[in-house]
Protein backbone atom coordinates (compact mmCIF):
# COMPACT_ATOMS: atom_id res chain seq x y z
CA UNK A 1 0.00 0.00 0.00
CA UNK A 2 2.94 2.32 0.83
CA UNK A 3 4.60 1.59 -2.33
CA UNK A 4 1.39 1.95 -4.52
CA UNK A 5 0.90 5.31 -2.20
CA UNK A 6 4.77 6.65 -3.26
CA UNK A 7 3.62 6.03 -7.16
CA UNK A 8 0.70 7.99 -7.32
CA UNK A 9 2.25 11.01 -5.51
CA UNK A 10 5.35 10.78 -7.46
CA UNK A 11 2.86 10.55 -10.58
CA UNK A 12 1.14 14.17 -9.59
CA UNK A 13 4.47 15.82 -9.37
CA UNK A 14 5.55 14.43 -12.76
CA UNK A 15 2.43 15.31 -14.47
CA UNK A 16 3.21 19.13 -12.69
CA UNK A 17 6.79 18.81 -13.76
CA UNK A 18 5.64 18.36 -17.05
CA UNK A 19 3.20 20.73 -17.92
CA UNK A 20 5.32 23.66 -16.04
CA UNK A 21 8.49 22.74 -17.87
CA UNK A 22 6.53 23.26 -21.34
CA UNK A 23 5.83 27.08 -20.12
CA UNK A 24 2.84 26.51 -18.35
CA UNK A 25 2.77 29.10 -15.30
CA UNK A 26 0.29 26.96 -12.61
CA UNK A 27 -0.71 23.49 -12.68
CA UNK A 28 -4.01 22.30 -10.79
CA UNK A 29 -5.51 18.97 -9.84
CA UNK A 30 -9.47 17.74 -9.95
CA UNK A 31 -11.20 14.82 -9.10
CA UNK A 32 -14.60 13.36 -10.03
CA UNK A 33 -14.77 13.93 -5.41
CA UNK A 34 -13.62 17.63 -5.97
CA UNK A 35 -15.92 18.04 -9.12
CA UNK A 36 -18.60 16.18 -7.21
CA UNK A 37 -22.41 18.59 -7.43
CA UNK A 38 -21.05 20.71 -10.44
CA UNK A 39 -22.84 21.75 -13.59
CA UNK A 40 -22.38 19.09 -16.98
CA UNK A 41 -19.27 20.88 -17.90
CA UNK A 42 -17.94 19.50 -14.80
CA UNK A 43 -18.31 15.95 -15.78
CA UNK A 44 -15.07 14.19 -16.46
CA UNK A 45 -16.79 10.70 -17.82
CA UNK A 46 -18.41 12.99 -21.01
CA UNK A 47 -14.70 13.05 -21.97
CA UNK A 48 -13.52 9.65 -20.44
CA UNK A 49 -15.42 7.26 -19.43
CA UNK A 50 -14.35 5.82 -16.23
CA UNK A 51 -12.10 9.15 -15.56
CA UNK A 52 -10.83 9.58 -11.49
CA UNK A 53 -9.11 13.12 -12.31
CA UNK A 54 -7.71 15.97 -14.21
CA UNK A 55 -5.01 18.33 -14.92
CA UNK A 56 -5.54 22.21 -15.70
CA UNK A 57 -3.13 24.47 -16.38
CA UNK A 58 -2.46 27.98 -17.37
CA UNK A 59 -0.54 29.72 -19.76
CA UNK A 60 0.16 33.60 -19.70
CA UNK A 61 -0.88 36.38 -22.14
CA UNK A 62 1.56 39.28 -23.02
CA UNK A 63 0.98 42.06 -21.27
CA UNK A 64 3.09 44.81 -23.33
CA UNK A 65 0.64 43.91 -26.38
CA UNK A 66 -2.78 43.84 -24.55
CA UNK A 67 -1.94 47.44 -23.77
CA UNK A 68 -1.20 48.00 -27.08
CA UNK A 69 -3.61 46.42 -28.60
CA UNK A 70 -6.13 47.95 -25.99
CA UNK A 71 -4.96 51.33 -27.36
CA UNK A 72 -5.79 50.35 -31.39
CA UNK A 73 -1.82 50.62 -31.47
CA UNK A 74 -1.00 46.76 -32.55
CA UNK A 75 -3.77 44.59 -33.57
CA UNK A 76 -1.87 41.66 -35.03
CA UNK A 77 0.67 41.14 -31.23
CA UNK A 78 -2.01 40.97 -29.59
CA UNK A 79 -3.89 38.24 -32.35
CA UNK A 80 -0.83 35.93 -32.49
CA UNK A 81 0.36 35.71 -29.04
CA UNK A 82 -3.23 34.94 -28.32
CA UNK A 83 -3.54 32.38 -31.29
CA UNK A 84 0.09 30.92 -30.38
CA UNK A 85 -0.85 30.52 -26.45
CA UNK A 86 -3.84 28.73 -26.94
CA UNK A 87 -2.36 26.57 -29.69
CA UNK A 88 0.57 25.69 -27.17
CA UNK A 89 -2.18 25.29 -24.06
CA UNK A 90 -3.40 22.57 -26.72
CA UNK A 91 -0.39 20.91 -27.73
CA UNK A 92 1.03 20.75 -24.00
CA UNK A 93 -2.67 19.22 -23.30
CA UNK A 94 -1.87 16.38 -25.91
CA UNK A 95 2.11 16.15 -24.72
CA UNK A 96 0.80 15.13 -20.80
CA UNK A 97 -2.44 12.67 -22.81
CA UNK A 98 0.40 10.85 -24.21
CA UNK A 99 3.11 10.99 -21.89
CA UNK A 100 0.21 9.50 -19.35
CA UNK A 101 -1.03 6.84 -22.06
CA UNK A 102 2.77 5.72 -22.34
CA UNK A 103 3.08 4.93 -18.29
CA UNK A 104 -0.36 2.78 -19.22
CA UNK A 105 -2.79 5.64 -17.46
CA UNK A 106 -5.97 6.37 -20.34
CA UNK A 107 -5.93 9.86 -21.05
CA UNK A 108 -7.73 12.67 -23.46
CA UNK A 109 -6.25 15.88 -23.90
CA UNK A 110 -8.98 19.02 -23.60
CA UNK A 111 -8.17 21.79 -26.13
CA UNK A 112 -8.01 25.51 -24.59
CA UNK A 113 -10.71 26.40 -27.18
CA UNK A 114 -12.78 25.93 -30.02
CA UNK A 115 -14.60 22.45 -29.56
CA UNK A 116 -17.93 21.80 -28.65
CA UNK A 117 -20.04 18.96 -27.91
CA UNK A 118 -22.33 17.94 -30.69
CA UNK A 119 -24.92 16.12 -28.81
CA UNK A 120 -26.77 18.65 -27.86
CA UNK A 121 -30.00 20.47 -29.06
CA UNK A 122 -28.25 22.67 -31.63
CA UNK A 123 -24.87 20.52 -31.88
CA UNK A 124 -21.65 22.62 -31.78
CA UNK A 125 -23.92 25.39 -32.03
CA UNK A 126 -24.87 25.79 -28.76
CA UNK A 127 -20.97 26.24 -27.85
CA UNK A 128 -21.24 23.86 -24.93
CA UNK A 129 -17.72 22.80 -24.67
CA UNK A 130 -16.47 19.20 -23.78
CA UNK A 131 -15.53 20.28 -19.95
CA UNK A 132 -15.16 23.94 -18.47
CA UNK A 133 -11.14 24.51 -18.05
CA UNK A 134 -12.89 27.51 -15.82
CA UNK A 135 -14.50 25.26 -13.43
CA UNK A 136 -11.55 23.21 -13.01
CA UNK A 137 -9.18 25.74 -12.39
CA UNK A 138 -11.01 27.50 -9.78
CA UNK A 139 -11.26 24.03 -7.72
CA UNK A 140 -7.86 23.22 -8.45
CA UNK A 141 -6.52 26.59 -7.05
CA UNK A 142 -5.47 27.93 -10.06
CA UNK A 143 -7.28 31.31 -9.47
CA UNK A 144 -10.16 32.92 -8.57
CA UNK A 145 -13.55 33.87 -10.90
CA UNK A 146 -13.77 37.24 -10.72
CA UNK A 147 -17.10 38.88 -11.53
CA UNK A 148 -16.56 38.89 -15.15
CA UNK A 149 -16.74 35.16 -14.70
CA UNK A 150 -13.22 34.71 -16.19
CA UNK A 151 -10.33 33.17 -14.05
CA UNK A 152 -8.37 35.40 -12.34
CA UNK A 153 -4.51 35.22 -10.95
CA UNK A 154 -2.66 37.47 -8.24
CA UNK A 155 0.23 38.15 -11.01
CA UNK A 156 -1.48 37.98 -14.39
CA UNK A 157 -5.16 39.02 -13.95
CA UNK A 158 -7.40 37.27 -16.19
CA UNK A 159 -4.77 37.43 -19.25
CA UNK A 160 -4.58 33.57 -18.92
CA UNK A 161 -5.19 31.09 -21.34
CA UNK A 162 -6.18 27.19 -20.04
CA UNK A 163 -5.85 23.62 -21.14
CA UNK A 164 -6.47 20.52 -19.35
CA UNK A 165 -6.11 16.36 -19.85
CA UNK A 166 -8.89 14.20 -18.39
CA UNK A 167 -7.39 11.04 -17.20
CA UNK A 168 -7.95 7.59 -14.95
CA UNK A 169 -4.96 8.02 -13.47
CA UNK A 170 -5.24 8.65 -9.33
CA UNK A 171 -3.58 11.94 -9.26
CA UNK A 172 -4.23 14.24 -5.62
CA UNK A 173 -6.60 17.25 -6.02
CA UNK A 174 -4.78 20.62 -4.86
CA UNK A 175 -6.84 22.93 -2.65
CA UNK A 176 -8.69 26.19 -4.08
CA UNK A 177 -7.58 29.61 -3.27
CA UNK A 178 -9.37 31.02 -0.49
CA UNK A 179 -12.01 33.55 -1.27
CA UNK A 180 -10.94 36.35 0.66
CA UNK A 181 -7.60 36.59 -1.46
CA UNK A 182 -9.30 37.47 -4.40
CA UNK A 183 -8.43 40.72 -5.56
CA UNK A 184 -11.66 41.47 -7.53
CA UNK A 185 -13.23 44.40 -5.57
CA UNK A 186 -16.30 44.06 -8.13
CA UNK A 187 -14.89 47.16 -9.86
CA UNK A 188 -17.60 46.19 -12.72
CA UNK A 189 -15.25 47.26 -15.28
CA UNK A 190 -15.16 44.50 -17.12
CA UNK A 191 -18.41 45.00 -17.59
CA UNK A 192 -18.16 49.12 -18.51
CA UNK A 193 -15.68 47.26 -21.49
CA UNK A 194 -17.77 44.93 -22.97
CA UNK A 195 -19.90 46.16 -26.18
CA UNK A 196 -22.36 43.04 -25.88
CA UNK A 197 -23.91 43.14 -22.41
CA UNK A 198 -23.23 39.23 -21.86
CA UNK A 199 -22.23 39.93 -18.04
CA UNK A 200 -25.49 40.37 -16.30
CA UNK A 201 -25.15 43.82 -13.96
CA UNK A 202 -27.22 42.52 -11.19
CA UNK A 203 -27.49 38.48 -11.11
CA UNK A 204 -25.23 35.71 -9.89
CA UNK A 205 -24.34 32.52 -11.11
CA UNK A 206 -23.09 30.31 -8.13
CA UNK A 207 -22.16 26.72 -8.67
CA UNK A 208 -20.66 24.23 -5.98
CA UNK A 209 -17.84 21.53 -6.63
CA UNK A 210 -16.84 19.37 -4.45
CA UNK A 211 -18.87 21.54 -1.50
CA UNK A 212 -17.17 24.58 -2.52
CA UNK A 213 -19.48 27.38 -3.71
CA UNK A 214 -18.02 29.62 -6.60
CA UNK A 215 -19.64 32.65 -8.06
CA UNK A 216 -19.75 35.21 -10.82
CA UNK A 217 -22.20 37.96 -12.88
CA UNK A 218 -24.72 35.57 -14.33
CA UNK A 219 -23.98 35.03 -18.51
CA UNK A 220 -26.84 36.64 -20.59
CA UNK A 221 -26.96 34.94 -23.49
CA UNK A 222 -23.57 33.53 -25.24
CA UNK A 223 -25.06 35.01 -28.43
CA UNK A 224 -24.39 38.57 -27.41
CA UNK A 225 -20.37 37.74 -26.76
CA UNK A 226 -20.67 35.55 -30.17
CA UNK A 227 -21.60 38.84 -32.14
CA UNK A 228 -19.19 41.26 -30.40
CA UNK A 229 -16.15 38.81 -29.26
CA UNK A 230 -16.91 36.84 -33.18
CA UNK A 231 -16.37 40.30 -34.77
CA UNK A 232 -19.52 40.24 -36.25
CA UNK A 233 -20.44 44.30 -35.12
CA UNK A 234 -17.89 45.68 -32.70
CA UNK A 235 -19.20 50.06 -32.16
CA UNK A 236 -20.30 50.98 -28.72
CA UNK A 237 -23.53 52.28 -28.03
CA UNK A 238 -22.01 55.43 -27.55
CA UNK A 239 -19.90 55.62 -30.93
CA UNK A 240 -17.00 56.21 -29.63
CA UNK A 241 -15.18 53.47 -28.91
CA UNK A 242 -15.30 50.23 -30.56
CA UNK A 243 -13.58 46.62 -30.72
CA UNK A 244 -11.21 45.88 -33.24
CA UNK A 245 -14.29 44.81 -35.80
CA UNK A 246 -14.84 47.67 -38.68
CA UNK A 247 -18.08 46.47 -38.54
CA UNK A 248 -20.53 48.45 -36.80
CA UNK A 249 -24.18 46.87 -37.23
CA UNK A 250 -26.44 47.80 -34.37
CA UNK A 251 -25.86 45.88 -31.02
CA UNK A 252 -29.20 44.44 -29.64
CA UNK A 253 -30.56 45.07 -26.07
CA UNK A 254 -32.20 41.87 -25.53
CA UNK A 255 -30.68 38.41 -25.60
CA UNK A 256 -33.90 37.05 -27.92
CA UNK A 257 -32.60 39.65 -30.70
CA UNK A 258 -29.31 38.92 -31.15
CA UNK A 259 -29.49 35.56 -32.75
CA UNK A 260 -31.47 37.59 -35.71
CA UNK A 261 -28.68 39.92 -35.79
CA UNK A 262 -26.16 37.26 -36.03
CA UNK A 263 -27.69 36.00 -38.91
CA UNK A 264 -28.40 39.60 -40.43
CA UNK A 265 -24.41 39.49 -40.64
CA UNK A 266 -23.12 36.37 -41.61
CA UNK A 267 -23.01 37.67 -45.32
CA UNK A 268 -20.87 41.02 -44.42
CA UNK A 269 -18.78 39.01 -41.88
CA UNK A 270 -17.70 36.39 -44.48
CA UNK A 271 -17.16 39.24 -47.04
CA UNK A 272 -14.85 41.31 -45.50
CA UNK A 273 -11.06 40.64 -46.04
CA UNK A 274 -9.61 39.20 -42.77
CA UNK A 275 -5.67 39.29 -43.97
CA UNK A 276 -2.62 38.40 -41.68
CA UNK A 277 -2.89 36.38 -38.40
CA UNK A 278 -6.23 34.93 -37.21
CA UNK A 279 -7.77 32.01 -35.90
CA UNK A 280 -9.85 29.20 -37.64
CA UNK A 281 -13.18 28.31 -35.97
CA UNK A 282 -15.67 25.93 -37.21
CA UNK A 283 -18.74 27.92 -37.01
CA UNK A 284 -17.43 30.55 -38.42
CA UNK A 285 -18.61 32.23 -42.05
CA UNK A 286 -15.59 31.08 -43.97
CA UNK A 287 -13.70 29.84 -40.70
CA UNK A 288 -11.32 32.36 -40.21
CA UNK A 289 -11.66 34.71 -37.02
CA UNK A 290 -9.69 37.28 -35.63
CA UNK A 291 -9.23 38.55 -31.95
CA UNK A 292 -11.03 41.35 -31.93
CA UNK A 293 -12.55 41.84 -28.31
CA UNK A 294 -11.42 40.21 -25.21
CA UNK A 295 -12.35 43.20 -23.51
CA UNK A 296 -13.30 41.90 -20.12
CA UNK A 297 -10.45 39.61 -19.58
CA UNK A 298 -7.57 41.70 -20.80
CA UNK A 299 -9.26 44.85 -18.96
CA UNK A 300 -8.88 42.84 -15.64
CA UNK A 301 -5.46 43.49 -14.23
CA UNK A 302 -4.34 42.83 -10.99
CA UNK A 303 -4.09 46.85 -10.10
CA UNK A 304 -6.56 48.40 -9.96
CA UNK A 305 -5.29 51.34 -11.70
CA UNK A 306 -3.69 49.45 -14.31
CA UNK A 307 -7.48 48.45 -14.64
CA UNK A 308 -8.77 51.93 -15.04
CA UNK A 309 -5.75 53.23 -17.06
CA UNK A 310 -6.37 50.58 -19.42
CA UNK A 311 -10.58 50.87 -19.93
CA UNK A 312 -9.49 54.51 -20.48
CA UNK A 313 -6.81 53.56 -23.25
CA UNK A 314 -10.23 51.22 -24.64
CA UNK A 315 -12.33 54.57 -24.57
CA UNK A 316 -10.27 56.87 -25.66
CA UNK A 317 -8.59 55.16 -28.95
CA UNK A 318 -11.80 55.60 -30.93
CA UNK A 319 -13.36 53.10 -33.61
CA UNK A 320 -11.97 50.85 -36.14
CA UNK A 321 -12.09 50.97 -39.80
CA UNK A 322 -10.75 48.77 -42.48
CA UNK A 323 -9.18 50.16 -45.46
CA UNK A 324 -8.85 48.70 -48.77
CA UNK A 325 -6.00 46.20 -48.35
CA UNK A 326 -7.62 44.89 -45.22
CA UNK A 327 -6.06 46.22 -42.90
CA UNK A 328 -7.42 47.39 -39.73
CA UNK A 329 -7.02 50.92 -38.32
CA UNK A 330 -7.90 53.07 -35.33
CA UNK A 331 -9.18 56.29 -36.02
CA UNK A 332 -11.52 59.08 -34.66
CA UNK A 333 -15.40 58.25 -34.43
CA UNK A 334 -15.90 61.65 -36.87
CA UNK A 335 -12.62 60.30 -39.21
CA UNK A 336 -14.49 56.81 -39.21
CA UNK A 337 -17.89 58.35 -40.29
CA UNK A 338 -16.30 60.23 -42.99
CA UNK A 339 -14.44 56.74 -44.56
CA UNK A 340 -17.77 55.38 -44.62
CA UNK A 341 -19.69 58.13 -46.13
CA UNK A 342 -16.68 57.53 -49.16
CA UNK A 343 -17.65 54.41 -49.71
CA UNK A 344 -19.65 53.14 -52.74
CA UNK A 345 -22.81 52.08 -51.35
CA UNK A 346 -21.96 47.59 -52.01
CA UNK A 347 -18.74 48.13 -50.41
CA UNK A 348 -20.46 50.21 -47.26
CA UNK A 349 -23.03 47.15 -46.44
CA UNK A 350 -20.01 44.96 -45.25
CA UNK A 351 -20.15 47.27 -42.62
CA UNK A 352 -23.37 48.82 -41.86
CA UNK A 353 -26.70 48.87 -41.63
CA UNK A 354 -27.24 51.66 -45.33
CA UNK A 355 -30.60 51.93 -43.79
CA UNK A 356 -29.24 54.05 -40.96
CA UNK A 357 -26.52 55.46 -42.31
CA UNK A 358 -28.36 59.23 -42.06
CA UNK A 359 -28.71 58.18 -38.23
CA UNK A 360 -26.18 61.04 -36.54
CA UNK A 361 -24.54 59.12 -34.21
CA UNK A 362 -24.71 60.60 -30.66
CA UNK A 363 -21.46 60.69 -28.80
CA UNK A 364 -22.98 62.00 -25.28
CA UNK A 365 -22.11 58.91 -23.49
S1 LIG B 1 -12.70 43.95 -14.02
FE1 LIG B 1 -13.16 44.36 -11.83
S2 LIG B 1 -15.17 43.41 -11.49
FE2 LIG B 1 -14.42 42.61 -13.41
S3 LIG B 1 -13.46 40.66 -12.82
FE3 LIG B 1 -11.86 42.24 -12.88
S4 LIG B 1 -11.69 43.03 -10.80
FE4 LIG B 1 -13.63 41.90 -10.94
S1 LIG C 1 -15.16 38.93 -25.00
FE1 LIG C 1 -15.93 40.99 -25.47
S2 LIG C 1 -18.07 40.70 -26.07
FE2 LIG C 1 -17.41 38.83 -25.06
S3 LIG C 1 -18.05 39.12 -22.94
FE3 LIG C 1 -15.92 39.79 -23.08
S4 LIG C 1 -15.99 41.98 -23.48
FE4 LIG C 1 -18.03 41.14 -23.88
Known amino acids: MANKRKRYEDLDQTVKD??????????????????????????????????????????PLDQE??????????FPGHCLDNVRTNTQASGIALELARFLEMKGH???????????????????????????????AVRSGIGHFGLS????????????????????????PTEPLSAGESYCDECRLCMAACASGLMHSEEKTRVTLGGVEFSYAKRQSYNRCDYVCGGFSGLSKSGKWSTWSPARFPIPDKDEEFLEALRGTLKPYALRPKPGIGFYHPLLPGNKGQST?????????????VRAKRLKMLTEAGVVIQLEDGSLKGVSPEEALQHLAAMSPEERTLYENITRINRNYEFGD
Open 18 to 59: LVLNAGAIDVGIVTTETLEGGPPSTDLSYVLDGARSAIVFAL
Open 65 to 74: KIERFLKKED
Open 106 to 136: AAVPVESNFVYRKDTARGPFDEKPPISHRYL
Open 149 to 172: GNVIRENEGAAIILGSVVTKAHLT
Open 293 to 305: CGHCQIICHPDKD
